[in-house]
């Protein structure tokens, strides 16, 4: 069996490739496809485990959820993950292969174009319908001669293209008209629908330049999709600019939880179950200036532990940090995987898998330390809280070796790891509570231990506790996301773009 296939595209980052293969994908399985997603190569640091203890982009995983399968590394054959400015880690079909640089990643990239194809053909193989998803934009010319994931991805697998531009970012027809300029002839035919994404306002106002950019280009728009704020879906790259917000002053009614924007921050989609719940106000916050005494300090997953330690000191919020929780407020502090490592003592790397520092000094608020290894744990767990007894699952991604050293205990207890039954502790909490650390990331993704973790704060206030609401459901915000698509765009012309019906 060969799939169908169609790519999605953009004018260039973040305009919403990821968020539109997703509602495609609900859209296809919901009108009968058996359909997946692929992205022959992401750059991102929010990364997921898969089933076969392999490391994919979390895009990919969330675009499996909407399809209701389990996500495999065939579906992100090759995950970019940077950790300095000119450097990443690089994982292929699930594991890391070493650390390169931009020259070094360029050269290495032909030898990839075999994993991608296979993990292609396997896909197309056991589905009806594949959901392409290019990277940045399909015009950038220094990397169009060695593209794994953009025009050539999609010549090989004959899926026709729809381009994607950001309206809200403003500019959008220029940034349509000059993606395809830089296109040649025959890569410009392979564009069969352009869809402009983020649209706030009256449609009617937009018709002239629709009518203009169809004339111009000679390519159909073949929707407008709103700007939307109810419905939420986990982010790929990037913390919504909405997410770093100032607090106004008042009587406060919501917990305040500050997550420090380190900068190589990973996994921030740990944090989509806080924001969504009535009584919370996060924000990320990229000054110490900002940190004023919230309930909760959560230090987050990181690609480069001892860089963004050294920034927790050089910035000034090691010292923020410090001081408020010597000053007798209520703050606790919460560290999740390099969060967790930086809490400690000291993290050791003698390998130099960071950093040529062999021993760098932790915070020193948890007496935890942490040695660096060289191989990298892969895992899906599941948990349970030593406080509550309520269970929690969740994926390890880490070099670190952790070790309690002192006076605290341990915060949970694995009883499941990659589907077989163990027992043993993981993470450490403070004896009085107010420092916490853990590997496990997505724990707050669970309700009830969301839930009783809040009450926990909220106690402390001298609030009275809240019942889980059991409102939310990714599955149904997956429903309204392709309910959301489908209403703003031509359904026809997709099904005649899909079976090949524009020339």
Known sequence: MHAKTIQICGTGSG???????????????????????FKAQNMALNSFVTKEQGEIGRAQATQAQACRIEPSVDMNPVLIKPSSDVGAQVIVQGKPIGNMNALRYTKYKSRLKTVVKESFDRLSGKYQLVVLEGAGSPAEINLKSHDLVNLKMASYAKAPVILVGDIDKGGVFAWIVGTLELLTARERKMIKGIIINKFRGDKSLLMPGIDFLEKKTGIKVLGVIPYYRNIKIPEEDAVPLDSFKSRTPGKQTRLNID??????????????????????????????????????????GTKNTISDLKYLYKSGFAKKILSILNS?????????????????????DKNGLESGCRQTSGLNILPVETSLKTDKILSQVKAKDLLSGMGLTGYEIHHGRTRITGNCRPAFEVFERNDKKTRYPEGAVANDGRILGTYIHGIFDAEPFRRDFLNRLRRKRGWPVLTASGNFNLDKEFDKLAKLVKDNIDTGLLYKILAGGIK
Request: hydrophobic share 40%; glycine share 10%; aromatic share 8%.
């Open 328 to 348: 007798g407020a209520m703050t606790q502090v919460m560290g999740i995987c390099g969060g967790y490592q930086m809490l400690g003592s000291k993290i050791h």
């Open 259 to 300: 997550v420090i924007y380190l900068p190589h921050i990973s996994n921030f989609t740990d944090f989509d179950g806080l924001e969504k719940e009535p009584d919370v106000r996060l924000g990320y916050l990229k000054s110490p200036e900002e940190l004023n005494n919230p309930d909760l300090i959560i230090i987050p």
């Open 15 to 37: 305009v919403g490739k990821s968020v539109i293969v997703a509602a495609l994908c609900r859209i296809f399985l919901q009108d009968g496809y058996k359909v997946c997603p």
